[in-house]
């Protein structure tokens, strides 16, 4: 069914239900227009997701996987972040703003509680049925017609992506652990803006149209280099998902996926 989640009255309609697990993907994405509209990501990031956790509260479900991003750790230059740990966090936009009040909201409603929190930060996902505003699908959509590609800055931005079908195999594993736990779900391996145009160049080809460098208007506050790494040490009576053969997001082994530009 469909619902409003910043409403507090919206999951009345699934309480008559016996309910394990929640997986919480639900957000309102976009760093730039987190800018032009910070209500609506108020709403869809921050109040929803803590309408969720009560739920979870109430109804003592014991576990919520909730997504998140990358993009809270803004601009830590050289920095590991190390989930849990050392992570310097500084959101550098409205949207990761509300996605990391989103996160701390969950921990302290469902502190003390019997609701393990999963937490799962997601790098620069792409692949199939891939939102059409991220920039994989839209250099694709303008080397295939021939238009001119955009890109703020010189090109040279790194970023970690991680591919949809890494991340569902993550969210899978992240089920059933005990106790409370965050993780980065990214690969280890960066690539630049220009590198990804290049790729698509040479499968589609076609020659991307210039011109770029664009000037972002959200650059100062949207610019962000973060590099986190898995801290596979567990705690005492924690575990830890096990990485599945030739897995490429972030808990195959201690990496370092990195969010540049």
Not at 82 to 108: C, F, Q, R, W
Not at 172 to 187: I, P, Y
Request: with cysteine; charged share 25%; proline share 7%.
């Amino acid at each position: 069914f469909n619902s409003n989640l910043s409403q507090e009255d919206s999951l009345n309609e699934i309480k008559k239900y016996d309910i394990s697990s929640i997986y919480h993907m639900a957000a309102r994405a976009g760093v730039r227009q987190s800018f032009l509209d910070p209500q609506s990501y108020i709403e869809d990031n921050t109040y929803a997701t803590a309408n969720v956790a009560n739920f979870c509260k109430e109804k003592d479900i014991p576990e919520i996987i909730l997504a998140s991003t990358s993009s809270i750790y803004g601009d830590s230059g050289e920095n590991l972040m190390v989930e849990e740990k050392d992570e310097k966090i500084k959101p550098p936009s409205v949207y990761a703003s509300t996605k990391l009040s989103g996160e701390s909201l969950s921990k302290i409603i469902l502190e003390d509680t019997n609701t393990n929190l999963i937490i799962s930060r997601f790098f620069t996902v792409y692949g199939p049925y891939g939102r059409p505003d991220m920039s994989i699908l839209r250099f694709i959509h303008w080397i295939i017609n021939e238009e001119k590609v955009k890109v703020f800055g010189n090109g040279e931005q790194q970023r970690s992506f991680t591919y949809i079908k890494d991340v569902i195999d993550a969210l899978r594993r992240m089920s059933g652990l005990e106790n409370s736990h965050t993780f980065n779900v990214g690969s280890n391996i960066t690539v630049s803006l220009n590198e990804v145009i290049k790729l698509i160049e040479e499968f589609t080809a076609r020659s991307a149209c210039p011109p770029w460098p664009l000037h972002d208007p959200g650059s100062s506050r949207a610019r962000r280099r973060s590099r986190a790494r898995r801290d596979h040490r567990p705690r005492e009576g924690q575990s830890r998902p096990s990485p599945p053969p030739g897995s490429r997001h972030a808990h195959r082994r201690p990496g370092t996926p990195r969010r540049r530009g």
